[in-house]
């Protein structure tokens, strides 16, 4: 599955509760189980950048939020919708920039490619940012909790080494982040992190 793509459709999906309920009917096979949601966030609107060919800033101004156990979705009202696999979300935060508060992520839409890219292609590849803002700041920390946890049910197939993490990049000069429920190094969640040491330098600049 590509890390980032466009629906027409949402795929189906279950509350916790009705999960459980499944669950306790012993289901005669597991995989068969539809996705769980997380958190549904209607009335949002989304900005990528840079933008996804085949979804317009007009598909991103207005939709709803989905926090499914598969993948993020959001369903523009334009009927167009996006989806974004977990591992391909490197690092997320809340940020409290001048774009207004939202939850920042950036893509790393080579964690679920089909080929490796060259050591050329890597260097000359940009992160995708992308922003979810909503209509009330008091949604942004249930978002973000939902996608930590849905995070975490994806975890890192090479693992949480330190050389792995220094490929995250991060523009420290336009975001702001709120670092919750973060110890003292700052980290988020087991799928996105935030250092204390942040260079302000350039764009996309590693730490």
Excluded: W
Excluded at 13 to 19: K, P
């Amino acid at each position: 599955m590509p890390g980032i793509s466009t629906i027409t459709s949402l795929p189906n999906f279950v509350t916790l509760e009705q999960h459980r309920e499944l669950m306790s009917s012993t289901p005669s096979s597991f995989a068969e189980l539809p996705a769980i949601l997380y958190h549904e966030e209607p009335n949002a609107a989304i900005t990528l950048d840079p933008p996804l060919d085949g979804f317009s800033p007009e598909d991103c101004a207005s939709g709803t939020v989905y926090l499914l156990s598969s993948v993020l979705i959001f369903m523009s009202t334009s009927g167009k919708g996006l989806q974004v696999t977990y591992p391909t979300i490197s690092l997320h935060a809340i940020s409290r920039a001048e774009f207004g508060p939202s939850i920042y992520c950036q893509l790393d839409e080579t964690i679920d490619g089909d080929e490796e890219p060259t050591p050329d292609e890597e260097d000359a590849m940009d992160m995708r940012e992308l922003r979810i803002n909503t209509q009330s700041d008091d949604s942004l920390e249930p978002i973000f909790e939902a996608l930590s946890q849905c995070a975490a049910l994806h975890p890192d197939e090479a693992g949480d080494d330190a050389e792995d993490f220094d490929d995250a990049f991060l523009d420290a000069g336009e975001v702001d982040f709120e670092a919750l429920n973060s110890g003292e190094n700052g980290e988020l969640s087991e799928a996105g992190r935030v250092r204390s040491d942040l260079s302000t330098n350039a764009r996309f600049a590693p730490y």
